[in-house]
């Protein structure tokens, strides 16, 4: 089992950027594929960003594709989330989110979630 603490959300204008951090527990955070979504009020839980085991492969939504990148440090437990040039549209709760199985961009796949840290961008 693994806990998951988002942190690094704030207000930042729009254009400006932002780094998340996931902080994971336990001593095996190199054996979970990692995510990011994200939701805004109202609407689903949309993916933005996966990771494999190891780092080697990422995929992002078409949406934050060539903004956000995704990381992650498996000797200090945790994934990143750098975003770049941030739009009003990007505002929403970010959740990162773990399983053992296999990167996905479904959210029903994941088995472990934070408790999300808020990210809104002003026009």
């Known amino acids: 089992q693994v806990q998951l603490v988002e942190s690094g959300g704030g207000v930042v204008q729009a254009g400006g950027s932002l780094r998340l951090s996931c902080a994971a527990s336990?001593?095996?955070?190199?054996?979970?594929?990692m995510a990011w979504f994200r939701q805004a009020p109202g609407k689903e839980r949309d993916f933005v960003a996966c990771?494999?085991?190891?780092?080697?492969?990422?995929y992002y939504a078409d949406s934050v594709k060539g903004r956000f990148t995704i990381s992650r440090d498996n000797a200090k437990n945790t994934v990143y989330l750098q975003m770049n040039s941030l739009k009003p549209e990007d505002t929403a709760v970010y959740y990162c989110a773990a399983t053992p199985q296999y990167s996905s961009s479904n959210y029903y796949d994941y088995d472990y979630w934070g408790q999300g840290t808020q990210v809104t961008v002003s026009s």
């Open positions: 336990g001593r095996t955070f190199s054996s979970y594929f």
């Open positions: 990771i494999g085991r190891y780092g080697a492969r990422t």
